[in-house]
């Protein structure tokens, strides 16, 4: 999958966060045939409603309004508002439910906390090598571990993307507390969902947290409210990171590194 693909369905996601300031939470739409979409907001036409849906390209970015599906007000069964994620603490959502296991001389546990440094250089060569933002795999570890390499969540699952050890087992990790094992092994599968959904980064969510086989059964993000909260809870930390991002980039220096630029 190319690095153009990728890059172009997630910086899309940060455009529409500039583009439509007023969206406090994505709607999942439900039609009459079974079909699902996850959409920014909808407007009546009439007897039909119009879905916008996120955007995929940076056409559909740049001209947010043009990317709609527009339906028979009758077709529309349920809409359901994805709220940010704000679960109990008894929730078995990866990210709540992950635990370090306890220090017992093992190698497998024994590992160091990752500076924000080595964290970021890590994701960035993950990334690289999968064609994936760096600041979407870091909005998945955020909600998956914390960035907490012995995470390990009730079902078993291990490290800082959550590995269960069968799927690890099957991506060649041998070690998932390894950094660096871990993180090639969640992004590679990460990858895997992205091209099995066509570069829909909400259904490739959805089945990272699901399963694929839930997604497949329910053409769209599964009716869980875990799984609807951890999509919309990624996407939102993916565009924070962007906007965060853009908003340093666009902060003039201080006045003095101005001028010790301008005499070196």
Known sequence: MSFRIHCRAFYALAALAIACPHLHAAQNVTLRNGSEFLCTHQEPAGDRVRLYLYPTSQAEAAQPDANYLEVSVSSVVRVEIVPDPVLPAESVTPARAAKPLPQSGNTSTSVAPLT??????????????????????????????????????????????????????????????????????????????LTRYHDNLALALAAYNAGPEAVDRYHGIPPYAETRAYVAGIIREFNRRKLAARTLAATPPPASAVQTASIR
């Open 116 to 193: 924000p440094a080595e964290m970021h250089q890590l994701l960035t060569r993950a990334g690289k090598e999968h064609n994936i933002d760096a600041d979407l795999l870091a909005s998945v570890v955020h909600a998956e571990s914390g960035g907490n390499p012995r995470a390990v969540s009730r079902a078993g699952a291990r490290g800082l993307m959550q590995l269960m050890p069968a799927t690890a087992a099957n991506l060649g990790v041998q070690n998932s507390f390894a950094p660096d094992q871990n993180v090639a092994g969640g992004t590679q599968y990460l990858d895997q969902l």
